[in-house]
């Protein structure tokens, strides 16, 4: 069965004055638009994993599910609240992907090159390019669902890798993929990344 596909938008956009990043205009559509496209292309369900009023996500069509914890924990409280929601499907998945929603162009086989690496249901597989992980774009077990909501009873385990690396895990790397973009997993976090993004935007094949 395919992983469900979550849509990580919590993020508190410090640096670009607060907000939503992912409803930010890019070339005529919100940013996390390009994000949940490619996600869509590759799994048969997505959510959206937001905090607060949740109207704000409702054009999208997509289940908007907030944290399961309160406070804002950071990724692995919306990687968490995937596992968990997974768990409530009729055909509950072996895993979940996360994806960023400030990542429009990350790469359309992501999916596949994360399960390839997997091998088992027991396996997180994070993304990685130029040397970098990153830990908002991975493969999870939902069989560690538990085993995450017991780590982040602790206020003070809210990075990723510290829980990762409890547990059976690998990398998938990937590499630069043309389209003047220095790194597929391209972020934004400034507005000269969200200028930047525009030009993108406007050459690269959705």
Known sequence: MSPLGVL??????????????????????????YALQRLQKQVDDVIINANGDPNRFAAFGLPIIPDSLSGFAGPLAGILTGLQYA??????????????????FFPLDL??????????????????????????????????????KDWL?????????????RH????????????DLEDPFFNINTPQDLQKAEKLAMGILL
């Open 153 to 165: 009873q602790n206020e003070e385990n809210r990075k990723v890798l510290l829980w990762v690396e």
């Open 87 to 104: 768990q409530t499907m009729p055909e509950k998945p072996d895993f979940i992907i996360t994806v960023a929603s400030d990542t429009p």
């Open 8 to 33: 990580l938008a919590g993020g508190l956009s410090r640096r670009m004055g607060g907000g939503d990043k992912g409803l930010l205009p890019l070339a005529g559509k919100p940013v996390m638009a």
């Open 168 to 179: 059976n895990w690998k990398i998938a790397n990937f590499d630069y993929n043309g389209n």
């Open 111 to 148: 999916k596949s090159r994360l399960i390839e690496k997997a091998k088992n249901s027991q396996t997180i597989v994070l993304a990685s390019s130029n040397t970098r992980k990153h830990p908002t774009f991975g493969l999870w077990p939902v069989s560690l669902c538990e085993d995450l």
